[in-house]
């Protein structure tokens, strides 16, 4: 089974403070993406990476921006975190290649204060 | 477009009773469709998906049917478990999307013992 983990389930934050959210995927996919899941308004691309050093914005970047130095890992950054950026981030990867659902890991739930 | 509100669609049925969750599309180039099933304080968890090329798709208890006519999506679930309580989410891409998906906003499934 595909087993993607996110470093942390709860984060509490200040605002101003540049955060970092990890997930790593254990079966070699070329494919990545970061969502955040906000009530009714349900999951929303923030950013995807298809390879390592490769990145592309999803609909919703600003604020935020992602490293992906290694297959396996890819962050998402956010630079001088806000009050509007509590929400549930999901971190999901794909094999790449054709159409194959993608796998999530069980969310960071952030605050920021 | 969808009214955003904070609280999601709710479906409830009777432990037993077969469950029908639906979910209209509205981007006539999607060719590939996904279920996932979100429990609480996890990631959302694929269930079932289906292509263009096909109109129905059987799981195990599931069953997913697709009219590209009227662009529509459902998600029969055969004797309704407690255990799957949890908000469903319908999911579309298409050949063009890099692999991205785009989801809806997610249908709550309560079951009634």
């Known amino acids: 089974d595909v087993k993607v983990t996110q470093s942390s389930r709860y984060l509490v934050k200040r605002t101003g403070e540049k955060v970092f959210l990890e997930c790593v995927q254990d079966?070699?996919?070329?494919?990545m993406f970061w969502y955040r899941q906000d009530p009714g308004l349900g999951l929303r691309l923030i950013y995807f990476?298809?390879?390592?050093?490769?990145?592309e914005k999803g609909d919703i970047p600003e604020g935020y921006s992602v490293s992906r130095e290694k297959k396996e890992r890819f962050s998402l950054i956010l630079e001088s975190a806000s009050t509007n950026q509590t929400s549930m981030y999901l971190c999901?990867?794909?094999?790449?290649?054709?159409?194959?659902?993608?796998?999530f890991g069980d969310g960071t739930r952030l605050s920021i204060l | 477009g969808e009214s955003v509100g904070l609280h999601l669609p709710t479906l409830s049925v009777q432990e037993g009773d077969n469950s029908i969750i639906n979910c209209a599309y509205s981007?006539?180039?999607?060719?590939?469709f996904i279920w996932y099933k979100q429990e609480s304080g996890k990631g959302p968890q694929f269930i079932i998906d289906?292509?263009?090329?096909?109109d129905k798709r059987q799981g195990q208890r599931v069953t997913v049917l697709l009219n590209k006519t009227v662009k529509h999506l459902s998600l029969q679930i055969a004797a309704t478990q407690p255990g799957d309580s949890a908000v469903y989410f319908c999911?579309?891409?298409?050949?063009?999307?890099?692999?991205?998906?785009?989801f809806g906003k997610g249908i709550t499934l309560s079951v009634r013992p």
């Open positions: 999901a990867s794909l094999v790449g290649g054709g159409h194959q659902p993608q796998h």
């Open positions: 079966m070699d996919h070329e494919n």
């Open positions: 990476s298809y390879d390592v050093k490769m990145k």
């Open positions: 981007n006539s180039a999607s060719d590939y």
């Open positions: 289906i292509r263009s090329n096909m």
């Open positions: 999911a579309e891409s298409y050949a063009g999307a890099n692999s991205k998906l785009t």
